[in-house]
Each structure stands twice: as C-alpha cells, then as structure tokens.
C-alpha cells in the first residue's frame, strides 16, 4: 500500500443530519471543519433549503411536514451511499443517525450530539465494535432528557464515550446560531476529529 493509500484508509466517510433548525451555515461549518481534515462529509438537506431562526420554528414545520416523513427522507439519503459510514447526528438528526448506526450493517462509528435515544428503541444492545461518541450539556433541558440513555448507552459498552459540558446551550456547537459556546464547540470539534482519525469501525 502506497503512502497515499495509506492516508485515505485513514479517513472517514461521514454522513452527518442536520438539526431540528435545517441545514444552517454553522452545520456547513463543522462538516467542512471535518472535510479540512480529510474526510468525506454528506450533508442531506431533509428540508428542502429551509432554514428557521428559533427550534419551535424549526419544530413546527418538522410537525407539519411529518417527523417520520422526514427522517425516512434521511434514511434514503444513506442508500446510494457505501455501508462503511460513520453516521452523525444533530439533536433531531440523532434519530436517524442512531438508528442506521444500530440497524445498516457495516457502520463504522456514530457520532450523537445533544441527543440520544435508548438503545432499544433499535435493538436488543449497542451493535458490537461500533464506536460511538455522545455529546451534551449537563444543563440543557433537552439532552437532559437524554441522559439517562446516553449513560446506559456509555456503560454498556467500552466502545462508547459520553462528553457532558457545562452549561445549558442546546445547539451549542453551531457558530450561526445564538446557542454557540465556542470553547465547547472546539471541543467538540477536537473529539470528533480524533475519533474520526484514530480509524473508526
């Protein structure tokens, strides 16, 4: 294997859903943070372009249009796409990207930000040698909710690794949005790209 080949065996393929608010620039933002890196990033717009100021904005239109119409729209993203994927997620989009990591064979990590979702909503337990990374404020009320099943999710498996930040920002890691933390966002960003560079799967 060349040195060349070598390098890009080293780098992910990332298909990474937008949050509750679309594809805003501060989604585009850390997935080209990531494609600096060297990775392959997918970001399907589940909203056809639409974008919205505040979460029960965002929240509304998820409504009208569908939660389970817009999450099949998500899965169907990853189709024309190779199994060996790292599946990502923010808030809302950690319903899809949990779900394809538990249930498409071939996952190769999960990455799930400001959410989780119990385990069993997808299977019996966490699919063995899939690395996962949860991340979340410990004041947030939203992930909050979360935390129970990102702990149970964190301790049954020694592939997993639960961040807890402090503070109660829920989107925090968006730079457009008024959530934005930066020191938690750069930290963030760190753990991502080291868990996307130790060679994920």
């Not at 923010?90 to 538990?102: D, E, P, Y």
Request: proline residues 5%.
């Amino acid at each position: 294997m060349s040195i060349i080949e070598r390098e890009n065996a080293d780098m992910a393929e990332v298909l990474l859903y937008h949050h509750i608010q679309g594809l805003t620039d501060g989604v585009r933002a850390f997935a080209e943070e990531l494609r600096r890196a060297g990775h392959t990033v997918h970001t399907p717009d589940l909203f056809d372009g639409r974008t919205f100021a505040t979460l029960d904005e965002g929240f509304g239109f998820a409504r009208d249009t569908g939660f389970d119409v817009i999450r099949e729209r998500g899965a169907a993203a990853a189709e024309p796409l190779g199994t060996d994927l790292v599946y990502a997620g923010f808030s809302f989009g950690v319903t899809i990207a949990q779900r394809l990591a538990q249930t498409r064979p071939g996952a190769r990590g999960a990455l799930l930000m400001y959410s989780c979702i119990p385990v069993t909503e997808f299977g019996e337990a966490w699919p063995k040698g899939v690395p996962v990374q949860i991340h979340g404020k410990e004041g947030d009320e939203f992930f909050d909710e979360d935390l129970p099943a990102a702990r149970e999710l964190a301790g049954s498996t020694a592939d997993a690794e639960l961040f807890v930040y402090p503070g109660d920002q829920h989107l925090f890691a968006d730079s457009s949005l008024p959530d934005y933390d930066p020191e938690a966002a750069a930290l963030l960003s760190k753990r991502v790209l080291a868990f996307l560079a130790a060679g994920t799967g």
